[in-house]
Every structure is written in structure tokens, then in C-alpha cells.
DNA sequence: GGGCTGACGTGGC
DNA sequence: CGCCACGCCAGCC
């Protein structure tokens, strides 16, 4: 056995999902249900935005995650600045245009 | 064991 | 495009 991410719990998405959000090119953004969706659990975007709250910045671009609307994460104001200082034009009222910049891994 | 919270998602208006 | 209600489920008190 190899892949274990059956039993939904922050300790066990933890390493997927940081080991995903590391991989998204840089001008690109991902999504908390595609990341929660990737690692087997489609309706678990919450935890994954836990594990987001809770991750250091470090070397962790998560910065680059934002909702299903392209809405930015509330509590991080620093995310609009770094997310544009990589190229990505920000609509007036604060969102990413998913249509444009949105990651998908398997391309 | 029980109830509230929340870096979410979808659908309706 | 924005706001709201409902559904979802682990985490926390």
C-alpha cells in the first residue's frame, strides 16, 4: 500500500496538501475543494482551509489557494499583494478570474 | 455525548 | 456580480 489518504483528518491531509499547494506554478492559483477533491475527499475543502490557517508561510505559496469563486481568504491581507506581484490582475472588487489562472495539475 | 464554529461549495434571487 | 440560505464535515469547547 502506498496511498492512505482514506481517513479524513487534518494530520493525515496535512502532507498531501502542502506536498500539492508546493507544486502550483508560480502566476497560477488552486481552489480548497480541487485541493480536498485531489487528495480523494471532494467535501472536505473546510479542513483543507483549516490546514491553511494553521500552515506557517514558510516555504508554502498559500497564497496561491483561494475559494470557488476566486475569493481571496479572509484574515490574510498580504495574499492580494503577493498574488499580484506575480502577475495575476486582481477583478476591482478583490477576486482572482479563475477562468484564467486557475491551476490544473494533470495539464 | 452535544452543540457551535468555520482560509468552503452550490444553488437561488 | 453581489447577497443569502442550506448542506457539508472535522475540530474544538
Redesign the pocket.
Known amino acids: 500500500m502506498m496511498n492512505a489518504a482514506a481517513q479524513?483528518?487534518?494530520?493525515t491531509l496535512r502532507a498531501e496538501v502542502y506536498d500539492i499547494v508546493r507544486q502550483i506554478p508560480c502566476g497560477r492559483v488552486l481552489?480548497?475543494?480541487r485541493i480536498a477533491a485531489l487528495c480523494g475527499l471532494p467535501?472536505?475543502?473546510?479542513?483543507v482551509?483549516?490546514i491553511?490557517?494553521g500552515?506557517s508561510d514558510a516555504d508554502l505559496p498559500?497564497h496561491r489557494?483561494v475559494?470557488?469563486?476566486g475569493?481571496l481568504?479572509?484574515?490574510?491581507p498580504a495574499?492580494a499583494f503577493l498574488l499580484t506581484s506575480e502577475g495575476i490582475r486582481l477583478?476591482p472588487?478583490g477576486?482572482v478570474p479563475l477562468k484564467e489562472y486557475l491551476w490544473d495539475p494533470e495539464c
Not at 479524513?8 to 494530520?11: L, M, T
Open positions: 479524513p483528518s487534518e494530520a481552489t480548497y475543494g467535501n472536505h475543502s473546510r479542513l482551509g483549516r491553511m490557517r500552515a498559500c489557494v475559494n470557488a469563486s475569493r481568504a479572509p484574515h490574510y495574499q477583478t472588487s477576486k
